[in-house]
């Protein structure tokens, strides 16, 4: 960061002359510094995928999972601070119970990413706190309709047909514009992600899954 960031990047709940808050960019950029993820939004469904990142040779097979399952029809990918993103995972879950306690359905894939959006943004808004280093991708299907959405440190949501977060976004991103995202399928879309983020992915989902289903 420039110097400009001096005494104006102590607090969350400062701003800089410049309209900037550093301590949410700061969570930003552990978000760019973590492994990467993608989301696929395609006719029939949603594709997630994390890079696979083994700090060490001793560490378990399935531990650190930046792919889970917040319901039944909800998968969700990070990138940042692993504590960070299992926080969220879990914050997302509440809510996803709380809607189907409440109306008796399945939350909306836009209900869910703003209801997150507006837990992450408070965490921006107080000097006692600090935001939260990580980026989530939220894939749905609800009625049979897929969405993707991607929730920033800053608590902002977008949605997507295709996005990429983390250390290699700029090439993932660049690869994902040339893919005809509305005409392919789930099945095509797979052939796009490299081979060790995909067989990753679908272990950590299905591994997510069923812990869900056992609870």
């Known amino acids: 960061m420039t110097s400009i960031g001096t005494g104006y990047d102590l607090s969350v709940s400062t701003y800089s ?3 900037r808050v550093f301590q949410v960019e ?3 950029k552990a978000v760019d510094n973590s492994g990467t993820a993608i989301g696929l939004r395609v006719k029939d469904g949603v594709v997630l995928a994390v890079e696979k990142l083994v700090q060490s ?7 650190n999972r930046r792919i889970q399952s917040a319901d039944l029809h909800i998968g969700i990918a990070t990138a940042g ?11 997302a879950r509440d809510e996803a119970q709380a809607w189907r306690d409440i109306y008796r359905q399945p939350i909306p894939g836009k209900t ?7 837990y ?17 991708i939220i894939g749905t299907m609800t009625d049979n309709e897929p969405s993707l959405y991607m929730v920033e440190p800053s608590g902002v949501y977008w949605g997507y047909r295709g996005c990429a977060i983390g250390k290699g976004k700029s090439i993932a991103k660049t690869e994902i514009e040339k893919l005809d995202l509305d005409n392919m399928t789930v099945r095509e879309a797979h052939q796009f992600v490299p081979k060790d983020i995909k067989l990753e992915a679908e272990t950590l989902a299905k591994e997510s899954s069923d812990d869900e289903m056992e609870d």
């Open 120 to 136: 992450i943004s408070a965490y921006t808004l107080y000097s006692s706190v600090r935001p939260f280093g990580t980026s989530t």
């Open 81 to 91: 601070l692993l504590a960070d993103g299992r926080h969220l995972v879990n914050r």
């Open 112 to 118: 869910i990413a703003d209801r997150l959006g507006q």
């Open 17 to 19: 002359p410049d309209g």
């Open 57 to 63: 040779k001793l560490l378990v097979a399935g531990a």
């Open 26 to 28: 700061y969570a930003n």
